[in-house]
């Protein structure tokens, strides 16, 4: 069966709302995604049949703490990890990844160096900083190439052997420039020198399958409620490495992983409807990827199911971002910041930064939102991407960002609104 909108959008109650008789297009997916029937059923079975705190021996926790272990379970099929225990379940990535910068620390000495990159997000940038100063480590910079949007992996390499790194923060898709990373290859350079990588997925995995086996990564982070969740977020880990880490914890707490970096109550609703997602994904991959389940022959059951999932909408959405990015191609002015070759497309997510010339982002977005078209604007906390394309003075960039839940209808009518703001 091949990729059918209409009926996975019948799943989103929030796709068919209307103000003042004008339909909502969300394209700000990649500030936060709406949210099929499974995640709100799930949320509301939480909080109405089994609300209550971790770890008691009557009904309401014993079932709970089950929907917890579940959830955990769910997303270690999503991102393939070996077991449940290595899900660690947040309030979002920036806080997990502060937390958990915190136990990394301990392992590192002044005068150690960490290598960031100038393509991330700052949630995976602010958090090593404040590490680097409370310890004096040294940081170096990974760019990227202003006119591909890709990183040179020569420069990598070479950062990575004559540098004493003991930590890679890199990110897999850049929520900037769209650009999907080879986060396997730099890897495997920082592994060559002992370096720890810690890979930033937040705007990858919405849109293709996630195998932190296949990355070899050592700790992968992301936030559910950018794939159709809840606002949560998820921090992975290899077992022997959040084994090793020391949580900043308090006593009672326990001592093994996930709970030791699971602080304080967590939002167990958030994990039921992070468990909703894994449903509505593996009832997709049920529906709409037959065609993909025989691309994983080393997977089996739901696993199997939510990366064949994963990659019907990678298709799908392949087929909106030659769309979007032809049309904006033929705009006179406008000018994309990200790949934007055809050919090149499957190294992209479809989140599709661009600028006009001699026109303010916030005035585009705003155009936008008057028709109830839905986009972001400025640096979207990109900032240093921002700054390498020196388009800080001129308020950024304008971000349209489909996800499988849009339709072909939808681009076309964002690019005839943007026709009428050039
Ligand atoms: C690439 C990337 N990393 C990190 C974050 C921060 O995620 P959170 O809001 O879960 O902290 C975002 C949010 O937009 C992002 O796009």
Same mark, same amino acid.
């Given at each position: 069966?091949?990729?059918? $909108?209409?009926? @996975?959008?019948?799943?989103?109650?929030?796709?068919?709302?209307?103000?003042?008789?004008?339909?909502?297009?969300?394209?700000?997916? =990649?500030?936060?995604t709406?949210?099929?029937?499974?995640v709100?059923?799930?949320?509301?079975?939480?909080l109405?049949?089994?609300?209550? !705190?971790?770890?008691?021996?009557?009904?309401?926790?014993?079932?709970?703490?089950?929907?917890l272990?579940?959830?955990?379970?769910?997303?270690?099929?999503?991102?393939?990890?070996?077991?449940?225990d290595? @899900?660690? +379940?947040?309030?979002?990535?920036?806080?997990?990844?502060?937390a958990?910068s915190r136990?990394?620390?301990?392992?590192?000495?002044?005068g150690?160096?960490?290598?960031?990159?100038?393509m991330?997000?700052?949630?995976?940038i602010?958090?090593?900083?404040?590490?680097a100063?409370?310890?004096?480590?040294?940081?170096?910079?990974l760019?990227f190439?202003?006119?591909?949007?890709?990183?040179?992996?020569?420069?990598?390499?070479?950062?990575?052997?004559?540098?004493?790194?003991k930590?890679?923060?890199?990110?897999?898709a850049?929520?900037?420039?769209?650009?999907?990373?080879? $986060?396997?290859?730099?890897?495997?350079?920082?592994?060559?020198?002992?370096?720890?990588?810690?890979?930033?997925? %937040?705007?990858?995995? =919405?849109?293709?399958?996630?195998?932190?086996?296949?990355?070899g990564c050592d700790?992968?982070?992301?936030?559910?409620?950018k794939?159709?969740?809840?606002?949560?977020g998820?921090?992975?880990?290899?077992?022997?490495?959040?084994?090793?880490?020391?949580?900043?914890?308090?006593?009672?707490?326990?001592?093994?992983? =996930?709970?030791? +970096?699971?602080?304080?109550? /967590?939002?167990?609703?958030? /994990?039921?409807?992070?468990?909703?997602? @894994?449903?509505?994904?593996?009832?997709?991959g049920?529906?709409?990827?037959?065609? +993909?389940?025989?691309?994983?022959?080393?997977c089996?059951?739901?696993?199997?199911?939510?990366?064949a999932?994963?990659?019907? @909408?990678?298709?799908?959405e392949q087929?909106?971002?030659?769309r979007?990015?032809?049309?904006?191609?033929k705009?006179?002015?406008?000018?994309?910041?990200?790949?934007?070759?055809?050919?090149?497309?499957?190294?992209r997510?479809?989140? %599709?930064?661009?600028?006009?010339?001699?026109? !303010?982002?916030?005035?585009?977005? /705003?155009?936008?939102?008057?028709e109830?078209? +839905?986009?972001?604007?400025?640096? !979207?906390?990109?900032?240093?991407?921002i700054?390498?394309?020196?388009?800080?003075?001129?308020?950024?960039?304008?971000?349209?960002?489909?996800?499988?839940?849009?339709?072909?209808e939808?681009?076309?009518?964002?690019?005839?609104?943007?026709?009428?703001?050039?």
């Amino acid at each position: 069966m091949s990729f059918e $909108v209409n009926t @996975i959008r019948e799943h989103f109650p929030a796709l068919s709302l209307k103000d003042e008789g004008k339909q909502r297009i969300y394209l700000d997916n =990649p500030g936060g995604t709406q949210v099929p029937r499974h995640v709100l059923r799930r949320m509301e079975n939480y909080l109405i049949n089994t609300n209550a !705190n971790h770890a008691g021996m009557f009904r309401t926790s014993v079932e709970s703490d089950k929907v917890l272990e579940e959830a955990h379970q769910g997303m270690a099929d999503l991102l393939n990890a070996k077991t449940a225990d290595e @899900i660690v +379940f947040g309030a979002n990535m920036t806080t997990l990844t502060f937390a958990v910068s915190r136990s990394i620390g301990r392992l590192l000495n002044r005068g150690d160096s960490i290598l960031l990159t100038q393509m991330d997000h700052d949630g995976n940038i602010g958090p090593w900083l404040h590490l680097a100063e409370d310890l004096g480590l040294d940081v170096k910079w990974l760019k990227f190439n202003t006119e591909t949007y890709e990183y040179d992996l020569n420069e990598a390499a070479s950062l990575l052997s004559e540098n004493d790194i003991k930590l890679a923060a890199i990110n897999y898709a850049s929520n900037c420039t769209g650009t999907i990373n080879d $986060v396997k290859s730099i890897t495997e350079m920082a592994h060559r020198s002992e370096a720890m990588v810690f890979v930033d997925a %937040v705007q990858y995995v =919405p849109h293709g399958p996630t195998d932190v086996q296949d990355l070899g990564c050592d700790l992968l982070v992301c936030s559910p409620y950018k794939f159709f969740g809840p606002h949560q977020g998820v921090l992975w880990g290899k077992s022997e490495l959040l084994g090793k880490l020391e949580a900043y914890k308090v006593r009672p707490a326990d001592n093994v992983s =996930p709970g030791k +970096f699971e602080t304080g109550t /967590q939002s167990h609703e958030g /994990q039921a409807g992070t468990l909703g997602v @894994i449903e509505y994904l593996e009832w997709v991959g049920d529906t709409m990827g037959t065609d +993909f389940q025989g691309n994983f022959p080393e997977c089996s059951g739901r696993r199997k199911k939510l990366h064949a999932a994963m990659s019907a @909408i990678q298709q799908y959405e392949q087929f909106l971002s030659s769309r979007l990015i032809e049309g904006l191609q033929k705009l006179d002015g406008v000018e994309i910041r990200g790949i934007s070759m055809q050919d090149d497309l499957s190294r992209r997510v479809p989140t %599709v930064s661009f600028t006009v010339k001699n026109k !303010n982002p916030q005035t585009i977005a /705003q155009k936008l939102a008057d028709e109830n078209i +839905f986009v972001w604007h400025g640096h !979207n906390y990109a900032l240093e991407a921002i700054q390498l394309m020196k388009l800080e003075d001129s308020g950024g960039v304008v971000r349209i960002g489909p996800v499988h839940y849009n339709t072909v209808e939808e681009i076309d009518l964002t690019l005839d609104v943007l026709k009428t703001c050039l």
